[in-house]
Nanobody, 124 residues
């Protein structure tokens, strides 16, 4: 069973930056970052195709967040810049262990492997 181990996160002032990383213990295909704020639904933030050949972002983080993949370590990272108060949430790494045609069309229920979550808190 593949495991995803997240690191990074923490507290930062608005306008600051944080980096999240997620290491996979085995084979993965699509990888993504989701987030969930209190009393809100889980939201897809960024998705990356195998080999990093394609990426997708939700509109609210475009030009501020960058998802990347280190294929040698099977580690996906999320560089977050210009953080806003509304970025405060628990961030989850997700992956599929099966192939699909379009990673960016997947919903949270389509992912079969999840990390434990890491808290990101942005303050004014």
């Amino acid at each position: 069973q593949v495991q995803l181990v997240e690191s990074g996160g923490g507290s930062v002032q608005a306008g600051g930056s944080l980096r999240l990383s997620c290491a996979a213990s085995g084979y993965t295909y699509c990888m993504a970052w989701f987030r969930q704020a209190p009393e809100k639904e889980r939201e897809g933030v960024a998705t990356i195709y195998p080999g990093g050949v394609g990426v997708y972002y939700v509109d609210s983080v475009k030009d501020r967040f960058t998802i990347s993949l280190d294929t040698t370590k099977n580690t996906v990272s999320l560089q977050m810049s210009s953080l806003k108060l509304e970025d405060t949430a628990t961030y989850y790494c997700a992956a599929t262990t099966f192939r699909v045609h379009y990673c960016d069309l997947l919903r949270s229920d389509d992912y079969d492997t999840w990390g434990q979550g890491t808290q990101v808190t942005v303050s004014s």
